[in-house]
């Protein structure tokens, strides 16, 4: 009798646990989910609501069936107050639970940046799902027109060029890896600037959109109108909502059609509004997007990106293009890598910080310089003349502008301002904040940063 | 009879306790508390806990073999034993409850949102109880499998941060003040928290003698360890992501990524954290089990499992509100531990010390 009760009581408990514990399995069950991508999220005009754009994985792509070509990822939106809104409705559309734990982008446009996100950041920081390491990116354009531009016909799959795309800033600089938990932090922290990478539409963007909204019947934008503002008044919501789906509709395509700019400008200093590509993928990831506190305050240019990641330490090398030193009509590749680590040292004895900064380059020039009459030494001289001063100047245009005219800390210097106080409320008292505004920059450079060339003579010529 | 053990299997129960409060708790407290000088806090938390566990294993030396309990009867008879033991059992079962109710919370956070968490804490409790009735040999050989991987993994989880460290976030040195840092910020020694339990060894010990040396290497592994921890959490984030509920070395294990192949680190640590945190709670409920049959002066300590699981799982139901479980957290365990870690074995040792003496001069 008593080992009967036992046996009872045994399977009884299992019952109650397996029971317990099957809602989360069947939530979890990884064919009851539907997996996130990247997230897009645009302010309404006119409007509280926001609009949350949802990249979902085509399974069917991964499946043995699958043809070789790329297939175009799944989009929907929703319209709602807030990211949760967003989600629950989100939810209930597809009758599958979304899983955000792959998803890769976060994309907000630059007009909903700039009324503060750190209420949609807080979320998403928080949220179990979410990753710290997934990238942030501000877009000039809709965020929505941003993730349909990210396709391309040389990846195969998209989640793999959303993990790869911010590596290129290790060989190139042209953008930052900006991690969620990292831009979180800036974001919390009042002496620090924070920074995400910039996304635009390359040229031709607007025939390429044609494609993933039209063609393809997987892809639609769902508006979904918000209840929770006043359910007695839903057919008026549903009107109201409908209304601001034709504006977001009407929006979308005004910046889907923007003009871009026929005559570029110099690539390395290009404004990063003016798409320089021209290809396959209708969307760029090049330049930053400066946020002052949670606010979106401006974008900075390839150059200053570079510059950027060189004072960050985070770019291995990259190649330059300066004007010939012996001919303005030439230009001259350099190849910068070796990069040891940048000495910055900040004096902070004056009421204005005096950041001094110190770097140690090796370049080479990758070009085969024609050079008739100055002799080799007197050559490298005058490169690394060149060379010094044009980082010089960009350097101090790209400081002047963080501090002069975004008064944003996106470099964190006062981190090692920092070093420089004992206590906690002594770093406070000196309002670090406000005084960046005022900050001197020096910056210094090795002796010789380009160590090697070639010169060919005339002689050489067959 | 019990088998005795083996001073590995102990060193490592001491250090699982440990490790357990830092992982969940205690280094997300200590960085919030005295923020950027909590690298330094840490340093000489651990070079006062190694110097305190060195005076108290030197004290406990004149008693060779002979557990805090054992110690009290002989100062105060009894009546001192079992007022001593039911006051450990208290601080034991309250600290059993903070585990569970945190590992549970955890749990339900990363793994099973939609499952309500009595039936998370009951799973655990049954699990411990199951565990435990299988007796000594089967929990601490099984945290001698567990530790030496959690302690590697903190190593790992170091190391695999360092691109995203910030040396810098260590910086003003002093943090909040030289007060707040060093006099406020020792009460975080804690997080020594294996230390409440060295002084119930020394009966269960197969070289009795060794306990000074044991004592020395749990809390020089002890102090290895917060160093490891606090300086992830600090180089990485600082005290921004302490505001999250879950715990922060979680948190920093989701930052490691080694290159696009092995990008999921936390399900790893998750699996070990779980392991470990199993093998704690077990280790926790061993030596309520052995006090209270050595005050109640029971032969078998089974039918006890039940009802001490009964009621840690009752205190664990019962933290419902942040504010009581930080308050518990914070305080009431630092309290504790303090009274019940160095006070209450000081003055036992100090007076058994006096006695012995008294006696033999007699």
């Known amino acids: 009798m008593k080992s009967v009760l036992k046996w009872f009581i045994i399977i009884m408990t299992i019952i109650i646990f397996l029971y317990a514990f099957s809602s989360s399995y069947y939530s979890q069950n990884i064919d009851h989910l539907d997996y996130v991508i990247a997230l897009g999220i645009d302010k309404l005009p006119n409007s509280d609501n926001l609009s949350v754009t949802f990249e979902f994985a085509n399974l069917g792509s991964f499946s043995e069936n699958s043809s070789s070509e790329q297939t175009e990822p799944i989009i929907n939106t929703i319209i709602a107050p807030t990211i949760p809104n967003a989600l629950t409705i989100m939810n209930a559309y597809i009758g599958k639970q979304l899983n955000l734990s792959h998803c890769k982008v976060i994309a907000f446009s630059e007009d909903f940046a700039k009324t503060g996100i750190l209420d949609e950041v807080s979320f998403l920081t928080h949220n179990i799902q979410i990753r710290p390491t997934t990238n942030v990116v501000v877009t000039d354009c809709n965020a929505v027109d941003y993730l349909k531009h990210s396709t391309s016909s040389l990846e195969q799959v998209l989640t793999k060029y959303y993990d790869i795309f911010p590596t290129s800033s290790e060989y190139t600089g042209y953008t930052s890896n900006i991690p969620l938990g990292r831009f979180y932090e800036n974001l919390l922290d009042i002496n620090s600037g924070a920074v995400t990478i910039l996304g635009s539409l390359v040229e031709n963007a607007d025939s390429k959109n044609e494609n993933p909204s039209s063609s393809n019947s997987q892809n639609s934008d769902v508006s979904v109108p918000s209840k929770s503002n006043n359910t007695s008044k839903s057919s008026d919501t549903n009107n109201n909502s409908n209304k601001e789906n034709e504006s977001t509709k009407m929006d979308n395509k005004n910046t889907i059609t923007k003009t871009i700019q026929n005559n570029k400008q110099d690539y390395q200093s290009f404004d990063p509004k003016s798409a320089i590509s021209e290809g396959d993928r209708g969307a760029e990831n090049m330049g930053l997007a400066v946020f002052k506190d949670d606010k979106y305050v401006g974008s900075l240019s390839t150059i200053e990106t570079l510059c950027y990641s060189l004072l960050k330490d985070e770019v291995d090398n990259f190649v330059l293009t300066i004007t010939s030193p012996f001919d303005e009509a030439e230009k001259v590749d350099i190849k910068v890598g070796d990069l040891s680590q940048l000495k910055t040292d900040i004096d902070i004895s004056k009421d204005t910080p005096v950041i001094n900064i110190k770097f140690n380059l090796t370049a080479e020039v990758i070009n085969v310089l024609d050079n008739q009459n100055t002799p080799y030494d007197k050559t490298l001289e005058k490169l690394n003349f060149a060379l010094k001063e044009y980082l010089t100047e960009e350097f101090k245009s790209y400081l002047y502008k963080t501090s002069r005219e975004y008064n944003s800390d996106i470099n964190e210097f006062y981190k090692i301002a920092k070093r420089k106080f004992i206590t906690n409320s002594d770093f406070s008292n000196y309002d670090w904040a406000n005084k960046y505004e005022t900050a001197e920059f020096n910056i210094e450079f090795n002796e010789d940063i380009i160590s090697t060339l070639i010169i060919r003579h005339e002689g050489d010529r067959v | ?362």
């Open chain 2, 1 to 362: 009879m019990e088998r005795k053990l083996g001073n590995f299997e102990v060193i490592n129960s001491l250090i699982m306790m440990s490790i357990a409060d830092i992982v969940l708790t205690s280094a997300g407290i200590l960085i919030k508390e005295v923020n950027s000088a909590s690298l330094l806090t840490s340093c000489l938390i651990s070079i006062l806990g190694i110097i305190i566990t060195f005076i108290m294993c030197k004290l406990s030396k004149n008693f060779i073999g002979k557990d805090i309990l054992n110690i009290s009867e002989y100062l105060g008879g009894k009546f001192l034993k079992t007022i001593v033991g039911f006051g450990f059992v208290i601080y034991f079962i309250l600290i059993l409850a903070l585990f569970l109710r945190q590992t549970s919370d955890a749990m339900q956070l990363i793994y099973y949102p939609l499952t309500h968490i009595i039936f998370i804490i009951a799973l655990l409790s049954i699990a411990t109880g199951i565990i435990a009735s299988f007796g000594n040999n089967s929990i601490f050989k099984a945290t001698s499998l567990i530790v030496p991987f959690l302690y590697t993994a903190i190593f790992l989880i170091f190391i695999g941060n360092t691109k995203n460290f910030n040396i810098n976030n260590m910086f003003p040195i002093f943090g909040n003040g030289f007060n707040h840092s060093f006099i406020k910020g020792l009460t975080n020694i804690f997080t020594f928290s294996g230390l409440s339990y060295l002084f119930f060894f020394p009966s269960k010990l197969k070289k009795p003698e060794e306990i000074t040396k044991i004592g020395l290497i749990f809390s020089i592994l002890n102090g290895v360890y917060l160093i490891f921890c606090v300086a992830d959490i600090l180089f990485l984030f600082s005290d921004a992501m302490n505001h999250s509920q879950l715990p922060p070395l979680y948190i920093s294990v989701r930052y490691i990524e080694f290159g696009t192949f092995f990008q999921r680190m936390d399900a790893a640590f998750i699996f070990l954290c779980v392991l470990g945190l199993i093998s704690a709670l077990n280790i926790n409920l061993y030596f309520i089990l052995e006090i209270l049959k050595n005050i109640t002066n029971l032969s078998d300590s089974k039918p006890l499992i039940f009802p001490c699981l009964l009621t840690s799982f009752g205190i664990a139901l019962g933290l419902k509100q942040d504010s009581t479980l930080d308050f518990l957290e914070n305080s009431l365990s630092k309290i504790l531990f303090i009274v019940f870690t160095f006070v209450v074995p000081l003055i036992i040792f100090i007076g058994a010390i006096i006695k012995k003496k008294f006696k033999y001069t007699q």
